[in-house]
T-cell receptor
Framework: AQKITQTQPGMFVQEKEAVTLDCTYD???????LFWYKQPSSGEMIFLIY??????QNATEGRYSLNFQKARKSANLVISASQLGDSAMYFC???????????FGTGTSLTVIP | KAGVTQTPRYLIKTRGQQVTLSCSPI?????VSWYQQTPGQGLQFLFE???????NKGNFPGRFSGRQFSNSRSEMNVSTLELGDSALYLC?????????????FGSGTQLSVL
C-alpha cells in the first residue's frame, strides 16, 4: 500500500528565510507522481509543485523547489524567501500508476514570523 | 477559466438525515474525485468518476455514494448521517486521471452533523 509520511506537524520560519518541509513516501510502483499542495484557512487546496518518478532533475516553480531523493524515497519541499502569505498547511501527496487517487500525508502547519 | 465549484459552502444537518453535495469541475475535465478531510483522519479518498463511470472507491461505508452526469458535474450523497461524518468534503477535477496530472481542488463543503 502507498503511504506518505510528514513528520513535522508544525514549523516556524522567519520572514525572508528559507524553510524545508519533509516528506517521505512508500510505494512498490516504479511510475508515480509526487505533489505538494498548500491549504490556507479558506480550505482550498492549491497546487504548488510536481515531481515525476522518472524525472532526473529536481522540480522548481518560482520560490518552490522539490528536493527529490528517489533512493531514499523522499520529496522535500523547499520554500525560499518565505512570505507572510506562506502561512498555511502543506500537504505532500502521491499518485501511483493507477492514477485514480491521491494519497496524502498528514500535513505540516507552517507559520511565517514577521 | 472558472475553477472547481462546490456547493453549498456550509451545511448543517442532524443525525439520520441525508445530504447531497455538488461539484462542477473545470470545463473540459472529465475526472472528478472526492476527498473527506477531518482533523483525526486527515485527507481520505472517497471515490473517483471519469466520464460518468466510477473508476475507484475508497474504504468508506455504503452510506457514501456518488454519481457523475454527462456534463461532468458530480454529486456526492451521504445517507443516514452520523456525527463522525462531520468534515470538509473536497472535490477535485482533472482531465485524464493520469498519474502525472495535478488535480484542481474546490474550496470544499464544510458539513456539520449535530
Amino acid at each position: 500500500a502507498q503511504k506518505i509520511t510528514q513528520t513535522q506537524p508544525g514549523m516556524f520560519v522567519q520572514e525572508k528565510e528559507a524553510v524545508t518541509l519533509d516528506c517521505t513516501y512508500d510505494t512498490s510502483d516504479q511510475s508515480y507522481g509526487l505533489f505538494w499542495y498548500k491549504q490556507p484557512s479558506s480550505g482550498e487546496m492549491i497546487f504548488l509543485i510536481y515531481q515525476g518518478s522518472y524525472d532526473e532533475q529536481n522540480a522548481t516553480e518560482g520560490r518552490y523547489s522539490l528536493n527529490f531523493q528517489k533512493a531514499r524515497k523522499s520529496a522535500n519541499l523547499v520554500i525560499s524567501a518565505s512570505q507572510l502569505g506562506d502561512s498555511a498547511m502543506y500537504f505532500c501527496a502521491m499518485r501511483d500508476n493507477t492514477g485514480n487517487q491521491f494519497y496524502f500525508g498528514t500535513g505540516t502547519s507552517l507559520t511565517v514570523i514577521p | 477559466k472558472a475553477g472547481v465549484t462546490q456547493t453549498p459552502r456550509y451545511l448543517i444537518k442532524t443525525r439520520g438525515q441525508q445530504v447531497t453535495l455538488s461539484c462542477s469541475p473545470i470545463s473540459g475535465h472529465r475526472s472528478v474525485s472526492w476527498y473527506q478531510q477531518t482533523p483525526g483522519q486527515g485527507l481520505q479518498f472517497l471515490f473517483e468518476y471519469f466520464s460518468e463511470t466510477q473508476r475507484n472507491k475508497g474504504n468508506f461505508p455504503g452510506r457514501f455514494s456518488g454519481r457523475q452526469f454527462s456534463n461532468s458535474r458530480s454529486e456526492m450523497n451521504v445517507s443516514t448521517l452520523e456525527l463522525g461524518d462531520s468534515a470538509l468534503y473536497l472535490c477535485a477535477s482533472g482531465s485524464t486521471g493520469y498519474y502525472r496530472e495535478k488535480l484542481f481542488f474546490g474550496s470544499g463543503t464544510q458539513l456539520s452533523v449535530l
